[in-house]
Nanobody, 124 residues
Framework: QVQLVESGGGSVQPGSSLRLSCEVSRVTLRDFRVGWLRQAPGKEREELFCLGRLGDDHSYSDAVSGRFTAFRDNTKNAAFLQMDALNPQDTATYYC?????????????????WGQGTQVTVAS
């Protein structure tokens, strides 16, 4: 059974930074594309990034452009989401997810395997 475990969430003040980690086990990460998504209370799930198997990465969210970056380390079987200049609108549960194939040009949000999510709360 594929296992994804997110960590690194927490409660922070506006302007802070966090780095989320997604540790993958029982599969080889290099065989999958990796997605970072989030869902705020009462809102639809939003796909932020897709990290392709061959460097064909895509960013899908204008809301985090210039503040968030995502990357993967296949040697560690892990992916990361670096979040800077956090604001209250970033409050959400953040998920990593895996799927076979290449990243689509436009967000589809379709993934086979999901982590349990990690909560990020940004408030004064």
């Amino acid at each position: 059974q594929v296992q994804l475990v997110e960590s690194g969430g927490g409660s922070v003040q506006p302007g802070s930074s966090l780095r989320l980690s997604c540790e993958v086990s029982r599969v080889t990460l290099r065989d999958f594309r990796v997605g970072w998504l989030r869902q705020a209370p009462g809102k639809e799930r939003e796909e932020l990034f897709c990290l392709g198997r061959l460097g064909d990465d895509h960013s899908y969210s204008d809301a985090v452009s210039g503040r968030f970056t995502a990357f993967r380390d296949n040697t560690k079987n892990a992916a990361f989401l670096q979040m800077d200049a956090l604001n209250p609108q970033d409050t959400a549960t953040y998920y990593c997810a895996l799927h076979h194939g290449s990243c689509p040009e436009r967000s589809e949000g379709f993934y086979d395997y999901w982590g349990q999510g990690t909560q990020v709360t940004v408030a004064s």
